[in-house]
T-cell receptor
């Protein structure tokens, strides 16, 4: 068990709807990253939040947005859902944002999103 | 560009046989390298990681990996596979010297174990 918890674990949404996924980070971690893992693919970096600010973004459109709260928990919001958004969404927490953060990264179990 | 390649999409081995999963990376600086395992319907579990020092890294569940800078490889090995090792395996490189630190994952290798 990593101490990173995500909710909900599974959900089904209709195309065009909006979804919010939540992540509670490992105690003491101040950085949260989100990844999308489509079926049969490796996880892809969506964005990272550090001290409540977006701190880097992958190749995802603006309808993917996020928040980080003072307790370092985080939300991933996806607007105007498309069928291709169906995936496992993984949250990872770490301490800091530099290379040494790789020594402290923990992943949650993920949220499975199905868009129909 | 930074990338990770796992050449084998599927691998099938018999229980008790040895295993090697290949991983090649492209990264300009000294890489931080990781292997994760994912069972069906589950999240990612860290098997092992390489930051520096000894190029042969020991991990959990009897796995090891060897970093070879000259070949840009970080192959995962296990001397004797158990049926419970059937899962998907991901190699990843940590990217970013400052600011945003992220993982770049390969597309994964699905391991099937025959009884």
């Amino acid at each position: 068990e990593t101490g990173v918890t995500q909710s909900p674990t599974h959900l089904i949404k209709t195309r065009g709807q909006q979804v919010t996924l939540r992540c509670s980070s490992q105690s003491g971690h101040n950085t949260v990253s989100w990844y999308q893992q489509a079926l049969g693919q490796g996880p892809q970096f969506i964005f990272q939040y550090y001290r409540e600010e977006e701190n880097g973004r992958g190749n995802f459109p603006p309808r993917f947005s996020g928040l980080q709260f003072p307790n370092y928990s985080s939300e991933l919001n996806v607007n105007a859902l498309e069928l291709d958004d169906s995936a496992l969404y993984l949250c990872a927490s770490s301490l800091g944002t530099g290379r040494l953060a790789g020594n402290t990264i923990y992943f949650g179990e993920g949220s499975w999103l199905t868009v129909v | 560009a930074q990338s990770v390649t796992q050449p084998d999409i599927h691998i099938t081995v018999s229980e008790g046989a040895s295993l090697e999963l290949r991983c090649n990376y492209s990264y300009g600086a000294t890489p931080y390298l990781f292997w994760y395992v994912q069972s069906p319907g589950q999240g990612l579990q860290l098997l092992l990681k390489y930051f520096s020092g000894d190029t042969l890294v020991q991990g959990i569940k009897g796995f090891e990996a060897e970093f070879k800078r000259s070949q840009s490889s970080f192959n995962l090995r296990k001397p004797s596979v158990h049926w419970s090792d059937a899962a998907e395996y991901f190699c990843a490189v940590g990217a970013g010297t400052s600011g945003t630190y992220k993982y770049i994952f390969g597309t994964g290798t699905r391991l099937k174990v025959l009884a």
